[in-house]
């Protein structure tokens, strides 16, 4: 009896768990967040002993769990795609990088009305912070990238005492 050996996936199979997980835990959480503020008086009711709202806080908690599950499972999904398609283990680092950039620009966002009192006398300083954030995981990939692509370089040439 001939079997269907037609894989709807193909190459993609080992990726598509990682894809999976990222995605739905995203969708999840902004589910989840599109529930909470929808409940009435939840914009305007203040967190007694604080200056803030009960939305704001909400935002910032589930944006704090949306920025670790695209942490957490993006680089899970840019190490399977290392792991997985061996010409482009050279580049998983540049996957990786972007969902620690993404994880980054998300905490920046879900926590700029929380901190923004902090920060009344140097607006400057929180974009400062988040910048010097995002720097050292970009020195980090580039560093990354350029050894990977110095190593397949069969042809490399390194000066010695003798061409002196």
Known sequence: MPTNTHDPFGDFRPVVPSIIRLLAGIIVLIVVQSIVLGFPGITTQIV????FSIASFVIFTLGLI???VVLKYGTQLANVVSDTYK?????????????QLTAIYILY???K??????????????????????LI??????????????????HKQTVTRDQF
Do not use: D
């Open 137 to 154: 995981p970009t020195v980090k990939v580039v560093v990354a990238v350029v050894r990977a692509l110095e190593g397949q370089n069969v």
């Open 113 to 134: 009305t929380m901190v923004s009192s902090f920060f009344a006398s140097a607006p400057w300083a929180y974009p400062l912070i988040f910048l010097a954030m995002a």
């Open 87 to 99: 010409t482009y283990r050279a580049y998983a680092p540049i996957l990786a990088w972007i969902f």
């Open 66 to 68: 949306v920025a670790a």
């Open 48 to 51: 007694p002993g604080t200056a």
């Open 109 to 111: 966002s879900v926590s």
